[in-house]
């Protein structure tokens, strides 16, 4: 008799975990990054009231008889399917599409999540909304990133500048007339930069002086500058046979080195002379002036690229993502998070997008994976075990009060 309330006991308990699993899963429904349980039972041990007989000459076999002791909860398992993606238009909010964790770490723990609601602290590092730092690589002064280093905090420098670089080769191309009249002239202009990053006003002139030739000539601010060759010439097909550079010098603006750079009409978009409408104009210059960083943005490979003042571009840091070979074997650290254990297997760190890991959708959050309609099914089942196994325990109450009157 007692085995049944005992049973009953096991049930009211294993349907109070499912409870508590679905009261859980429910309340972090707009966690973002949350990932949902389920609950699995399994039988307890079984009383043996008769074993198994053997067949013989004399008599057939016997089947056990045996008595369930009740059920017990056998695995609180996570559930890791994507959640639904939520825009958010904040640059550094991610979201993993696909497998794979953030890397966070806080006073030396290191933790795994798909909460991407990251933001930059004031002193630039890459955090989560407790301040845990997010993990990843940074990148060499020269934009490269080596990830087969082992990760670190993601600090950018938010005071980072680029040093002016002064003009070296100022490219020129298209297409000068062929019709044009003896003493006729094109112009073009483009800003360049001196050594201290200020832009100085470059025009080139190409004046026509005869079949196939044109006189060069080259201002800065109006000021006449030196050429190394002041004649241009061309083939009867219409390409340059004069060389393809020519130095421009002889001008010192203020407080700046002299300047010293070439105009180039053959390396990039050669300049020709054919018949038509002219299309000859300098086109692009690698100067810069001093530039400060003014913006970040995240790519799917998990790149932080820094926007510059100047118009460069820069990468400065990649963000790193890990996989599991068992992510159910993870331990729940709290605030979404979960640890390592013996039995989910190291964590295999990579860039997103290498090695089975997802890519990072920027400005997008990842939101929970819990499904209504389940979880109140799964309600719905818990709150009947549960009556079901209390009256399994009411039932042999009243069984034993039976027994004990039986005798008034």
Do not use: C
Not at 34 to 49: D, R, Y
């Amino acid at each position: 008799m007692m085995r049944s309330m005992f049973a009953g006991i096991s049930g009211l308990r294993s349907h109070q975990t499912l409870m508590d699993v679905v009261g859980n899963n429910i309340a972090n429904v707009n966690t973002a990054g949350f990932k949902a349980s389920t609950v699995t039972f399994e039988e307890t041990l079984s009383q043996t009231i008769q074993g198994v007989g053997a067949a013989s000459d004399a008599r057939g076999g016997s089947n056990p008889i045996q008595i369930g002791l009740g059920t017990r909860v056998s695995a609180i398992t996570p559930i890791f399917t994507q959640g639904a993606s939520q825009v958010t238009g904040r640059s550094t909010d991610l979201a993993i599409q696909g497998d794979g964790f953030f890397i966070v770490e806080q006073e030396g723990n290191r933790a795994y999540t798909r909460a991407g609601n990251f933001t930059l602290d004031s002193q630039g590092n890459l955090v989560a909304s407790d301040g845990a730092f997010v993990m990843g690589w940074l990148a060499e002064l020269d934009g490269t990133v080596d990830i087969n280093r082992p990760v670190e905090k993601i600090q950018l420098p938010v005071s980072q500048v680029i040093d002016p670089i002064p003009t070296s080769v100022v490219n020129i191309g298209g297409d000068v007339p062929a019709d044009a009249a003896v003493g006729e002239s094109q112009t073009t202009t483009l800003t360049i930069f001196d050594s201290i990053g200020n832009t100085q006003e470059l025009a080139v002139t190409f004046t026509k002086t005869g079949d196939n030739t044109w006189d060069l000539s080259a201002t800065v601010n109006g000021v006449a500058a030196t050429l190394s060759s002041t004649t241009v010439t061309f083939n009867s097909d219409g390409s340059l046979s004069s060389a393809g550079q020519v130095t421009v010098s002889g001008i010192t603006p203020p407080g700046a080195d002299p300047l010293n750079f070439d105009l180039d009409f053959a390396t990039s978009s050669p300049l020709v002379q054919f018949g038509g409408a002219p299309s000859m104009a300098a086109f692009s210059q690698d100067g810069n002036a001093i530039g400060f960083l003014r913006d970040i943005q995240i790519g799917s490979d998990g790149s932080i690229v820094g926007l510059f003042s100047n118009g460069w571009t820069k990468t400065l840091a990649v963000v790193g993502t890990a996989t599991f070979t068992n992510p159910a074997g993870l331990v729940r650290a709290g605030n979404t998070r979960f640890e390592e254990s013996v039995n989910s297997g190291p964590a295999l760190v990579g860039n997103p997008g290498g090695g089975g890991r997802g890519l990072l959708a920027s400005g997008t959050l990842e939101m929970s994976n819990v499904d209504l309609a389940t979880e109140f099914t799964n309600m719905i089942i818990a709150q009947r075990g549960f009556q079901a196994n209390s009256r399994v325990i009411t039932a042999s109450d009243e069984i034993l009060a039976d027994l004990v009157n039986m005798k008034r």
